[in-house]
Structures are given as structure tokens and as C-alpha cells.
């Protein structure tokens, strides 16, 4: 490949350009811890904004919460105290019916900005363009979201190592420490070191 690209120099000719598959991002976070606020901030959105052709993500939201079980019934405590259940809640209800990624990860991203979990629903709504009446509404006060909320419990507790942080980070399809680590400092140029194509863009350049 590289003989050919310095042919195509000799000739005055751009070198092709290879893209290769995205970089597979899975977050775990809640919405009233402040390190998952502080992420999803300062780092994950705008990160996602301006590279999100690079990165298949995946969020899920529960935190280190636990489901009490009474019966067929069962209900959930968060580390945060039952605001940050009903935030998580509404994020879960969310991600299921707002179809547009773009509207999904701006409102996710008023709601961890604005501090105050699901108080702000209203307001982050208006701001990302979305209808929070109806499906998103109806499921964050029903079974729908308990369940939802109970799935994504379900997916984090099968994590392999387990999580014992939020927000847990895992780049590609392993887990590492130093991944997680180097997500919160500088998650663009973690992004762009595992990305294998060469068609990276400096968007903002």
C-alpha cells in the first residue's frame, strides 16, 4: 500500500483513503454521580458531537443500584437516593423512544449538565427537541421503565471484570484500567488511537 500511495505522490494524485470500522465505546454510568457527570460533559459528548462517525456507542444507565425484590414485584434504591433512580429511569425511557441519536444524546447530556437528574426533564427536553409527553412520560412513571431500568441492571451486572466504578469505560471489547483511566482525561485522543483507518478528520481544525 505504500508503494502505491508514493506512486500517486509522484504523479500528483491523493493518496486513497482507508476507513476501517468504528471504535466500539460502551459507557456505564448514573445520572447524580459526579464523576458520570463529569464525563458524560466533558468528555463523551463533546467527544461524540464532533467524531460520533468514528465510535459505535453504547450507554447504559443504572450505577451501583440494587433491585429489592417483593413477590413478581420489585423496585429499585440508588447510590444517589431515589432522585437518581428516577433519573436513570428517564434516561432508559428515553434511549428507547427517541429514535434520533443526535435529540437522545442532547437531552442525556442537559440532563447530566443540569445536575438535577429527572427535575430537569422538562427543560432538557425543550432544549434537545424532543416530546416528552406520551412514551417517554408514560414509561419513566410505569413498569416500562422499571424494566428497562431492571435490563440494563441485567447487561452491567454480566460485565467481565465487574464493575466497581462509575462511570465504567470499556474501548474496543475488552476492559481495561488504563483505558478508563485515559477515557476521562482526553477521550478524543483515546478514540483516535484505536481507530484503525486512516481517515480520521480534525473536525475542529
Same mark, same amino acid.
Given at each position: ?8 505522490? #509522484? ?10 470500522d ?9 445520572? #447524580? /454521580? ?6 458524560? &460533559? ?9 467524531? *460520533? ?7 447504559? &444507565? ?10 413478581? %414485584?420489585?423496585?429499585?434504591? /440508588? ?5 437518581e /433512580? ?12 427517541? &429514535? ?22 422538562? %427543560? ?18 410505569s413498569?416500562?421503565?422499571?424494566? #428497562?431500568?431492571?435490563?440494563?441492571? @441485567? *447487561?452491567?451486572?454480566a460485565? =467481565? ?11 474496543? =471489547? @475488552? ?14 485522543? #483515546?478514540?483516535?488511537?484505536?481507530y *484503525?483507518?486512516?481517515?480520521? @478528520? =480534525? /473536525?475542529? *481544525?
Amino acid at each position: 500500500m505504500f508503494a502505491a500511495a508514493t506512486v500517486l505522490v #509522484l504523479l500528483g494524485l491523493a493518496a486513497p483513503v482507508w476507513p476501517a470500522d468504528p471504535v466500539k465505546l460502551q459507557v456505564f454510568y448514573s445520572t #447524580l /454521580c459526579p464523576d458520570s457527570m463529569r464525563f458524560v &460533559t466533558t468528555q463523551l459528548y463533546p467527544t461524540w458531537s464532533k467524531y *460520533k462517525k468514528f465510535i459505535d456507542l453504547d450507554v447504559n &444507565t443504572y450505577g451501583k443500584a440494587n433491585i429489592t425484590w417483593d413477590g413478581d %414485584e420489585y423496585n429499585f434504591s /440508588c447510590q444517589s437516593g431515589p432522585r437518581e /433512580c428516577e433519573g436513570n429511569l428517564l434516561i432508559n425511557c428515553a434511549q428507547k423512544h427517541v &429514535t434520533n441519536m443526535d435529540k437522545f444524546m442532547a437531552f442525556s447530556y442537559c440532563i447530566m449538565d443540569n445536575g438535577v437528574a429527572a427535575e430537569a426533564a422538562s %427543560e432538557c427536553a425543550d432544549e434537545a427537541g424532543i416530546d416528552l409527553s406520551g412514551e417517554i412520560d408514560t414509561c419513566r412513571t410505569s413498569k416500562e421503565g422499571l424494566e #428497562l431500568h431492571k435490563i440494563t441492571g @441485567e *447487561k452491567q451486572m454480566a460485565l =467481565d471484570p465487574p464493575l466497581h466504578y462509575v462511570p465504567w469505560i470499556i474501548v474496543g =471489547d @475488552e476492559f481495561s484500567d488504563a483505558n478508563l483511566e485515559a477515557a476521562q482525561k482526553d477521550l478524543v485522543k #483515546l478514540i483516535k488511537s484505536e481507530y *484503525k483507518g486512516d481517515d480520521w @478528520e =480534525d /473536525c475542529g *481544525k
